[in-house]
């Protein structure tokens, strides 16, 4: 969300464009540089502000934000009991939908435009990335993760010749840099929840 002091953004951006990359933002108390504008279709737009809504978004310097293939949001809904057991793939803010990074890395992944979004009264009725398909939520647009969903971890410095075409999510583990998350499961890096997210939905896992 800052300019890199060495100067090396132009560098990096230049390099996402060569690459379906997708950045992650951050919901925030007040939005720092300007977020990208997401690609959704939304039916009954009015009803946005029944989901999930923050007051800002932290986004990336333009360089980056509008070279890479796509922007989502990591954000969290812990239960009542601080447990994470579902996320929201759908966030407004400043009355626009902002995708999760989970949802938006399928989108790209499925090389599709847009996310189709119908709403109502009560939130979201429908949710679909049309070259996907549709996606099962409740109304606050929240899907139950599905931690049985498989994924395979490699350290930086022990990386494979060759990923096979998977997604991949870069995450660090480095302390005071990243925090695990607690789940129904025990304590996740934030990545590994992705991972999961992105199973429960490729898969079509509904709980």
Do not use: C
Not at 18 to 41: C, D, I, M
Not at 103 to 121: H, Y
Not at 126 to 155: E, H, N, V
Not at 178 to 185: D, K, R, V, Y
Request: aromatic letters at 4%.
């Amino acid at each position: 969300s800052e300019q890199d002091r060495t100067g090396g953004d132009s560098a990096l951006g230049q390099t996402l464009t060569q690459f379906p990359v997708v950045l992650s933002s951050a919901p925030a108390q007040k939005t720092k540089n300007t977020p990208r504008v997401p690609g959704s279709a939304v039916i009954n737009s009015e009803f946005a502000d029944q989901i999930v809504t923050y007051p800002g978004l932290i986004a990336n310097v333009p360089v980056l934000e509008n070279n890479a293939a796509g922007v989502g949001i990591t954000n969290t809904l812990p239960e009542v009991d601080g447990v994470n057991r579902r996320v929201p793939l759908l966030v407004t803010v400043d009355g626009k939908l902002y995708p999760s990074l989970s949802l938006e890395t399928l989108r790209v992944a499925a090389g599709d435009s847009t996310v189709q979004v119908k709403m109502f009264e009560g939130g979201i009725e429908k949710m679909r990335i049309p070259k996907f398909g549709p996606i099962a939520t409740d109304s606050l647009g929240r899907i139950w993760i599905d931690w049985s969903q498989q994924s395979r971890s490699f350290s930086l410095s022990k990386l494979p010749k060759d990923l096979e075409g998977a997604i991949v999510i870069v995450g660090p583990t480095a302390a005071g840099i990243g925090n695990p998350l607690p789940t129904s499961m025990g304590a996740v890096w934030p990545h590994e929840a992705q991972a999961a997210v992105i199973g429960t939905m490729m898969n079509g896992v509904v709980i």
